[in-house]
């Protein structure tokens, strides 16, 4: 079965510092990756997606991420983080059940990022 | 709506009882998606619509689980003889087109946070 690996649990940063989260995926057919953000009280919202081309992806708010097929990796970046940017964050890839088709998401355990001011 | 929205948003059931879930997902979308998020967990994967064929329930922990979309739109997930163990948040999303057709996103609703005493 697919698995999502998230590194950090928890990362605290200061504002304006440069934010690396890692995410690594064992999945190792064609795969469509995904970090999703859920901010405090609200909903999962997609930051961005990779489906193929382009590894570097850009994302809303200034994030970006990195596919790197020879690392199963995925890892998502930021040059200099907000004190908005205080969410959990959540990696994700198409689940691929045993007929061979797509469905679903596997997610990460996710990682919690405070910002202090 | 613009959204995917839930109802309940907050559930308390007494172990043993039967409760009922409910999804409104985005109008004219066709794929629907359950979830089960644990405290300090990221989503996992439950169940799968298409329209209103239930492609994929692996994901369902027991058989006291079940789901439908009977008319393709609003979907209701149902658990029956509630245990501790199905505290969680129940989440929902929605996809406009089916898996393989499009690089179209899950929009996720707000949850369900489901305690059983």
């Known amino acids: 079965a697919q698995s999502v690996s998230q590194h950090n649990h928890h990362v605290i940063l200061s504002e304006a510092a440069s934010l690396e989260l890692g995410c690594n995926y064992s999945y190792g057919g064609t795969v469509n990756l995904f970090w999703y953000v859920q901010y405090p009280g609200q909903h999962l919202q997609l930051l961005l997606k990779y489906f193929s081309g382009d590894p570097l992806v850009k994302g809303i708010k200034g994030f970006e991420a990195e596919f790197i097929k020879s690392k199963f990796s995925f890892n998502l970046r930021k040059p200099s983080v907000q004190w908005s940017d205080t969410a959990e964050y959540f990696c994700a890839v198409i689940r691929r059940h045993s007929g061979g088709g797509a469905d679903g998401l596997t997610f990460g355990k996710g990682t919690h990022l405070i910002i202090q001011p | 709506g613009a959204g995917v929205s839930q109802s309940p948003r907050y559930k308390v059931a007494k172990r043993g009882q039967d409760v009922a879930l409910r999804c409104d997902p985005i109008s004219g979308h066709v794929s629907l998606f359950w979830y089960q998020q644990a405290l300090g967990q990221g989503p996992e994967f439950l169940t799968y619509?298409?329209?209103?064929?239930?492609?994929?329930k692996s994901g369902l922990p027991s058989d006291r689980f079940f789901a439908e979309r009977p008319e393709g739109s609003v979907s209701t997930l149902k658990i029956q003889r509630t245990q501790q163990e199905d505290s969680a948040v129940y989440l929902c999303?929605?996809?406009?087109?089916?898996?393989?057709?499009?690089?179209?996103?899950?929009?996720f609703g707000p949850g369900t946070r489901l305690t059983v005493t």
């Open positions: 999303a929605s996809k406009l087109k089916a898996p393989g057709q499009g690089r179209n996103e899950q929009y």
């Open positions: 619509f298409q329209n209103e064929a239930q492609l994929d």
